[in-house]
């Protein structure tokens, strides 16, 4: 009896031995798929880490200004229904892409060669019948400074001077800002490369050398586009073209 104990025994540790001799014998190198390990190995060794990016869409809304065109015995004036507008200041440098010129879908009783002006949302049309217009995007008068009406192109020229209406140099001059005389036409010129005279009025459509206004009320009354789209502008149409204001 205790000798068939001890041989159950021995092959009891021999098995056991055989087996824990498999277990912790050297096995193949385990390989991990390079798409697998490049980004914890990018990650440790800092090489190549980007910085996780917030995809979703900041959608950055310009608030229409609330106001109505009330005609009356001929005569149109702009009422301001809200208070609550768009951005006045417009920042530095920034353009928004949505008011590069474009042809758009535009129905309207106005026959082709007429401009339209559309303030409240800062575009300008140039009809081009049947039911199309090639629209820009403009920058508009200033709280205080809005109007609307029926005008004719009386002048066109290219490369403007600027001779500043008194009524703007003393209310500048109030603020410390001491505005010239007049000035030559050029690059730093306040008009522009083109202005279009409207009627018998100080009111035009020019250039500007600040394009990151287009899109904001902050003139005095004048509409103002980038450079490049008033001299595509100017080139569009001519003396006594009608341009509506609304």
């Known amino acids: 009896m205790l000798i068939r104990t001890l041989l159950a025994a021995t092959l009891l540790a021999t098995t ?8 912790y014998q050297s096995r193949p190198p ?8 490049a980004p914890w190995l990018m990650q440790l060794t800092g090489e190549g880490v980007q910085p996780a990016v917030n995809t979703r869409r900041i959608v950055q809304r310009q608030r229409v200004e609330q106001r109505r065109v009330i005609r009356q015995d001929g005569v149109a004036r702009v009422e301001q229904v809200s208070a609550t507008g768009r951005a006045q200041k417009p920042v530095r440098t920034q353009f928004n892409p949505m008011y590069l010129p474009q042809l758009v879908s535009y129905e309207t009783q106005h026959k082709a060669g007429t401009i339209v002006i559309d303030t409240n949302n800062r575009f300008l049309y140039l009809v081009l019948g049947d039911g199309k217009a090639r629209r820009y995007g403009v920058g508009v008068g ?6 609307a009406g029926a005008h004719k192109i009386t002048r066109k020229a290219e490369w403007p001077g600027w ?3 008194q009524e703007m140099i003393s209310r500048e ?5 001491y505005l010239p ?11 522009g490369s083109r202005a279009m005279y409207l009627g018998s009025t100080l009111y035009r459509i020019h250039g500007t050398n600040a394009p990151w206004t287009i899109g904001y009320a902050v003139s005095s009354g004048c509409i103002r586009m980038r450079n490049e789209d008033v001299v595509d502008l100017y080139d569009r149409v001519k003396v006594g073209t009608r ?3 609304i």
């Open 16 to 23: 056991t031995a055989a087996h824990a001799g498999e277990r």
């Open 243 to 245: 341009v509506i204001v």
């Open 163 to 165: 001779t500043p209406p």
């Open 142 to 147: 200033k709280p205080g400074f809005e109007w």
């Open 30 to 37: 385990v390989i991990v798929s390079p798409d697998l390990t």
């Open 173 to 177: 001059a109030a603020k410390g800002h």
């Open 181 to 191: 005389a007049y000035m030559e036409g050029g690059p730093g010129n306040p008009l």
